[in-house]
């Protein structure tokens, strides 16, 4: 008996595997991009408060009426983009869920999806998944452009929408409104979807402003708006993400999603109200210790002879390692470093859908504590001399 033909060529997550040679090897884990430190003690205690006061069932399969009033809030004290809670905002088992929810919900046998490339790994799968097709567009090293004119290129009678992810991971960019507007202007000329992933706009550098696509003009009803919770609050492992979409997409998401999960882990719902709570004091130390572990890893690379991309947002560098004239590619040099440096890191050619893109980079994720980076920076030292 044969597994689905929809897996061909697929494995599971390098970056998994990362995590464990990096366990294997006791090498620092530079690799998966979760927080080594603990989320706000606020945040922890109202989860164990729910735990204790009985939220331990299913909850309303869209997200409880707290938490979505609270997104709903945010989103529009933040970026003025207005959603009724009752409709329009959908609670996920994080950002990973809601993507998978959306292109099931929005494409048919054979619909184009263009992705910009490198990109966050679980796309490509989730998109074929829905029996989609992914284009990609690449950005081209070192200042990672978001060119519209490809993107015009890669547009085919098939297309349905674009994937849009800012700050983005794994280049750190945060596109500007120039680019985004050539984004827009493509969704609008051909009637196509931007389908966004605004993980980290939280984080986010240099005073960068993080604009949603959603706001610009005529945007609204083209565009699904994804979030979620793991990164700004050091919670990767609660899962939870959110969907933010007007009608017809907001009810085909949240009967995809009712159908795929039942609903978020609903006393963590509880503790994220909590976290959308927060002051703003909250976020200013997130940025100053963000600029921090930045300023600490961005010229160590460089001093190390990476040559690297400084990240305008999100918690990633991309490090091209050509100068240490490694014989290999980035899979073996990134499955050499736990062994030989000591850190483990993600080949960049993973984050590529077009073959022979990303080979001669590695990805550094650097949301953890400074002594862990300063540790890690010690190691690549103490090889390189
Ligand atoms: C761009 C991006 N989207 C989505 C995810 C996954 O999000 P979640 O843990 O909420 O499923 C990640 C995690 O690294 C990411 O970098």
Redesign the pocket.
Known sequence: MKTAKRLEGMRESFIREMTRLALAHNAINLSQ?FPDYDAPPEVIEAAKVAVGSGLNQYGITWGTPALRQAIAETMARRYDLSFDPDRHITVT?????A?AVIFMSLLDQGDEVIVIEPF?E?YQPQIKFAGGTPRFVALDAPDYVLDSERVRAAITPRTKGIIL?TP??PTGRVFTREELEGIAGLCREFDLLAIT?E??DRIIYDGRQHIPIASLPGMAERTITVG????TYAV?GW???YVCALEPFAAAIRTVHDFTTICAPVPLQAAAVAALNLPESYYEKLTRDFTERRALIMPALEALHFRTHMPEG?YYAIADFSAWNFDGDDYAFARWMPAHLGVAVVPGSCFYGTPGLGKSTVRFAFAKKLETLNAAVDRLRAYRG
Request: hydrophobic share 20%.
């Open positions: 991009g088992c994080g950002v990973t869920e993507m966050h679980g992810n983005h991971n992933d993980i980290y979620g919770f793991g990164k990767t899962r939870l993400g999100s």
